[in-house]
């Protein structure tokens, strides 16, 4: 397998572990990454052909917060900047080095670095990057709109050059998507205001309603079809509220009537069949909240099928992100 540079990138996963949970409303994120590993997320993407270099966790002691005035509305804005800026670096580099960066968090808030560190790379290789957000929640506040003031509801805005944390990289880079390069997915609770700027910047979102109307297949295969067209490449954001709580307990913010585990499953697949993911954050997993590990095994699931774990054989696209 080649990577998009034409490097020989091996089948090659850089795990990191983000274990930052300052940016939610609940305690017990940090936690997240060792259950992922826990859960065997290692071993099942070593068994699926895949060399798996993980990294280890980025250290909070190590650190540096900035000295700006925080912007109103936001808690723990020079946490979360100290973090972002820490996460970006990481992951240029590890998109720059052609593994597939899967980033294990951690609340959603890691991926205001996450994002921007691989869009940054994106860009330099003149391409656009796109990004799915499989999230219960559209995260598009702003310091302006937020209800909370909790800032891993404002990732999806920060990401898309909405105005309100302007200094959050300090002298990090910032590589902006545009909100056309943004999709929502099984998006079910938004804020007023929220959906109010979403609207305005007229966001691709496939709420709940449209996956009963429509079905995953239909939806997400409009995603892919888009990001083909413009020969882009995907990040996806997994939030693992994206899941029923019925089958995902670890989470902190709990909405009903979210996706079910086929359809979960087959929203994976198909990004599997597509060959475009090059970057991937898996979040919000609290191991506090979980019961016996359900949540953290079935989000290790979940990452198996989006590199192409199958039950039955059939036959896989040669250029998907697994060959082996």
Known sequence: MTDLTGRDAGNRIALLGVPVEVGASQPGTLMGPAALRTAGLGPLLENLGYAVE??????????????DLPP??????????????????????LAGSGAVPVFLGG?????????????????????????????????????ATTISG???GMVAGFLCGEPGLDRLLGEEPRAS???????????????????????????AVADMRKI????????IRRVIERVKARDGVLHVSFDVDFLDPGLAPGVGTLVPGGATYREAHLVMELLHDSALVRSVDVVELNPFLDER????????????????????????????IVTG
């Not at 009963?212 to 939806?219: A, K, Q, R, T, Y």
């Not at 198996?304 to 998907?320: W, Y």
């Open 150 to 152: 909790h800032m891993h």
């Open 212 to 219: 009963d109307e429509f079905g995953v297949g239909v939806l």
């Open 54 to 67: 993980d990294h280890g966790d980025i250290a909070a002691l190590d650190l540096v917060r900035a000295d």
């Open 177 to 203: 998507i545009k909100p056309s390069q943004l999709d929502l997915f099984g998006t079910r609770s938004i804020d007023p205001l929220e959906k109010a700027l979403l609207r305005e910047r007229n966001i």
């Open 107 to 143: 609340d959603h808030s890691l991926s205001m670095g996450s994002v921007n560190g691989v869009a940054r790379y994106w860009h330099a290789q003149g391409r656009e990057l796109f990004v799915l957000w499989l999230d219960a929640h559209a995260d598009y506040n702003t310091p």
């Open 72 to 93: 109103s509305n936001t808690r723990q804005y020079r946490e979360i900047g100290a973090w972002a800026r820490a996460v970006s670096a990481r992951a240029y580099a």
């Open 293 to 320: 590990g359900r949540t953290a095994r079935l989000a290790t699931e979940l990452v198996g099928s989006l590199f192409g774990q199958q039950i039955t054989d059939r036959p896989t696209p040669t250029n998907a």
